[in-house]
């Protein structure tokens, strides 16, 4: 995409959501550390149905720390890892009292020093509580900007790396939130809503989905193979 492109790209999805934001529910930025730690190859809303009423009572490490690790285990046992995820949890929070006066601290080489944080909750916190113009490339992310010709990349660092080039202001701080919700709303993984997508003619991906129930969409269901046989040439989605 050229500069004017993707200025464009995040005009439109800036048009659309003027303030978007991570859809986990937290408190403050201990609670939103602990939930972005939970939400690791898990959706954001399993981990809220899950945090929803650990956070009631839970708010500070300290806290956290006094519950203890069986029954943080139970609280988040619907969400996938849990037993990892309690440990770090825990841990974490331990690190926190005794390294940082409870607080969570404002750098990446010190979040990425928490047990159960990489790179990617660290840019969430950073971008989230911090309001550090981060990009926390997700599945979603990575797919998106690889589908789009936004910032492609073969794994999420190069991706992010990317991101980090080519966003300009004033989308920088809110690029991240916006490139997931697009990718979880409309870009989907198994088939892109693309004749809803606001950013259609800014896309290289092909073939575009065609609206269900449309004329094209009805000769693509009939014929399957058509397309392929057609041009000779079949066009393979670069979803990761
Ligand atoms: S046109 Fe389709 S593939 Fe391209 S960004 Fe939109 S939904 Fe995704």
Known sequence: MTREQVFEFFRRLAEENPSPTTELEYENPY???VAVVLSAQA??????IATRPLFEHVKTPEQMVSLGETKVRDAIKTIGLFNTKAKNVIALSEALIRDHGSKVPGSREELEKLP???RKT???VLNTAFHEETFAVDTHIFRVCNRTGLAPGKDVLKVELKLEKVVPQPFRLNAHHWLILHGRYICKARKPECWRCPVID???YKPKTPEPGSKASASR???PRSSAVRTGKAQKPRTP
């Open 43 to 48: 959706t954001d809303a399993s981990v809220n």
């Open 221 to 223: 269901n009939a014929s």
């Open 31 to 33: 609670t939103l550390l």
């Open 202 to 204: 800014l896309c290289r």
């Open 122 to 124: 660290a840019n969430v």
């Open 116 to 118: 159960g944080v990489g």
